[in-house]
């Protein structure tokens, strides 16, 4: 592979999961900004706020009081978008297409500490995390009508978190999800043509090249992916082929929460604030299948490119075209990795 | 079809165009908002701003001097994310995969008039920035190398606009970009199996119902399409299939402008405020077929959703599963046309 002019040409990339390309810019980094800066918030929050409706003890909006929870707190989303007690119906006229869709949302308080966030966690206490998230998973996926779940986590006002107490969101759902749909289909194509994993034979690769890799512990892999779209998105891929996150054992969760402390502990340096993300876990349907070509994966998706005020918007372009970048994944990884 | 349960239960729509779903959730439109709130400016501009770059006969940053221009100006993009004279390369390197792209980016002043916006001009002032695409076009496809051109507007600062003076760009690229490749095969599945226009018979079924037509006039219509995703979009469609805009005649260049001058001065009557969108053209690839099956369209993407600053935020599970939406299409037609 010619890096050289992977580093200085405007080229596109193949995003090897989705099956779908990136425009990568390099040359366009010098580009001046004169666009809008986001509010910084670097204020110190309390470990305790009155008016947060995730602190433990609080009354939330419905009436319901949260308990004086010590570590991880998981409830039914009060405002939740999938509804599970909704009729069923099938929409089929003409060009007119739609389907009811069931579900359930959760809310999972990472801490009861307001003030903290991942980044401010240790590996054992984002295990409990990891616990939170297989038990729920467990749960959820025992209701036959539910096909697949969403983990995620929206941080800071510029990804439409509205509550900056540390929590993320699970949806679970009867179908699969647009980009999960896509991931399927790369996986087993793939799987059915080399007999492996797509996500460990790529894991090998990029072992082998050491030039996208953040990190790295026994079970876990960091790394800034070739096909990146966010100016710092990195992803941690489990060593082992799992299909979801019920295969890690109480170790791996451990290695996982290390991978994870790591990570958001490095984007906070990278501009010298609490650094705004989605993040998410990409894993096998539990549509009842084996789904062997399935290699579970969680993304980070931060939308800051040039300092703490000033992001990446994926606007005009980008919504009607193809995602586009500046600093290749090459850059970037070496900016995550000074901040280790 | 049941409509009622379309306005009162989680469901998913399918968009025929690209062949992907929105997630909707017309319950969930009564969530109290506690996140951010967009830093709105209804300041009056003046006219002429000395430090504007687009303003006619100011300095660029590469020292061009921009022409005393009196309508429309087009000159190439001073930073251009795409390069033209880039070699030609092509990365396969297991599952690396990379090609060069090449391509010219162009920027369209709208009017001289640094203090309007598409919403104050007249259906005759637009139809010569019409008259300015058709010429790109024509141009930019002359370029062997040229196979696709999108044409595009990010408006306002919300929507990564660096600059309110009233412009639009035209990235032009020798490959399809994602979305287009997604309409070019769900158009040409259609054509082959139907021997007729997508977007015709949909737009026919549409003219049947009255219930997303937002406007029309000889040339066009303009509604809201069943499968939208952002509160208040969009789409204006030809009536008659044609593959790209030089198919327009003068007469339907300024039906076309009339489309646009409706459409974007109802958006700032919702919320009193000059709405920010990005806005494409999408059409048929330059790629010296005939391309038959496209039925080229324009869309709107506005980001708002309950007020000036408040907007709905594409994040964590719109990432990672399937864009979701509060109000229903047939909400927003609503409140659209009450702003007519
Ligand atoms: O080209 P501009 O206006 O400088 O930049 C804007 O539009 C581009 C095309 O959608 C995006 O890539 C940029 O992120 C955005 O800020
Ligand atoms: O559920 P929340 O935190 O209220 O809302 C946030 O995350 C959701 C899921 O990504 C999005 O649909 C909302 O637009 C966003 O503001």
């Known amino acids: 592979m010619n890096n050289t002019n992977l580093q200085d040409y405007s080229h596109k990339r193949f995003n090897i999961l989705t099956g779908e390309w990136v425009l990568v810019s390099p040359h366009r980094a010098k580009r001046p900004w004169q666009g809008q800066n986001e509010a910084v918030n670097n204020e110190k929050r309390p470990t305790y706020d009155e008016k947060c409706y995730l602190c433990a003890g609080n009354t939330r909006i419905n009436g319901e009081i949260n308990p004086k929870y010590t570590d991880v707190f998981v409830f039914t989303n009060d405002f939740a978008a999938l ?15 739609a389907q009811s869709e069931t579900g359930i949302c959760k809310v999972i308080c990472f801490s009861p500490d307001h003030s903290k966030s991942l980044a401010d966690m240790s590996a054992a206490e984002i295990q409990k995390v990891v616990f939170a998230w297989q038990k729920e998973f467990k749960e959820l996926v025992a209701n036959p009508s539910i096909n697949y779940v ?28 647009n980009e999960v749909d896509k991931k399927n289909t790369q996986q087993l194509n793939y799987y059915n043509n080399n007999n492996s994993s797509l996500l460990g034979d790529y894991l090998a690769q990029e072992l082998e090249k050491q030039e996208r890799i953040i990190f790295e512990n026994d079970g876990f892999v960091v790394l800034v992916p070739f096909w990146a779209i966010w100016p710092f998105e990195a992803m941690i891929v489990p060593k082992k082929k799992q299909a979801n996150i019920l295969e890690m054992n109480t170790e791996e969760a451990l290695q996982y929460g290390e991978a994870i402390a790591i990570l958001t ?75 280790l």
Chains 1, 2 share one sequence.
Request: hydrophobic share 30%; net charge neutral.
């Open 83 to 97: 509804q599970n007690d909704s009729p069923s119906f099938n929409v089929n006229d003409g060009l007119f297409k």
């Open 150 to 177: 969403q983990i995620f986590e929206n941080k800071g006002a510029v990804m439409g978190c509205s509550n900056p107490h540390p929590h993320g969101q699970i949806w679970s759902q009867s179908s699969l999800p």
């Open 265 to 339: 502990k490095a984007y906070d340096k990278i501009f010298n604030t609490s650094f705004p993300y989605s993040s998410g876990i990409h894993q096998a349907p539990t549509d009842g299948n084996e789904n062997k070509h399935w290699h579970w994966h969680m993304s980070f998706y931060p939308p800051l490119l040039r300092s703490a005020s000033v992001k990446k918007f994926m606007v005009g372009y980008e919504m009607f075209g193809t995602p586009q970048r500046d600093i290749t994944a090459e850059q970037a990884v070496k900016m995550i990795k000074d901040c």
